[in-house]
């Protein structure tokens, strides 16, 4: 599976963003799928996730600025950041959200939010 993310960039604080998220031969609503971050040094976290109902979930650090959908017609992952602070700069990568079941890590995209 080759995960693409794309849609990154240089935000100023404040801004904001909308990542995309697509994998050829993939149907993506079949799966729970996530966004993950990784800013530098960190280790990868799960940042928000969607289920194959629809179901969101976000961690605690961006609830409310960050919302996950899914075009199921393009068959594509999007999140949207809003309100982007200096700390959500880093990595962004869309895999399955079960840690057991993940596919090999994309490029992901990167988000510098600059204060």
């Known amino acids: 599976v080759q995960l693409q993310a794309s849609g990154g960039g240089l935000v100023p604080a404040g801004g904001s963003v909308r990542l995309s998220c697509f994998a050829p031969g993939i149907t993506l609503k079949a799966h729970k799928m996530a966004w993950f971050r990784q800013g530098s040094g960190d280790e990868r976290e799960l940042v928000a996730q969607i289920d194959q109902t629809g179901e969101k979930m976000y961690s605690n650090v961006v609830k409310g600025r960050l919302t996950i959908s899914r075009d199921d017609r393009k068959n594509t992952l999007h999140l949207q950041m809003d309100g982007l602070e200096p700390e959500d700069s880093g990595i962004y990568y869309c895999?399955?959200?079960?840690?057991?079941?993940?596919?090999?890590w994309g490029q992901g995209t990167q988000v510098t939010v600059s204060s």
């Open positions: 895999n399955r959200a079960l840690h057991l079941v993940r596919w090999a």
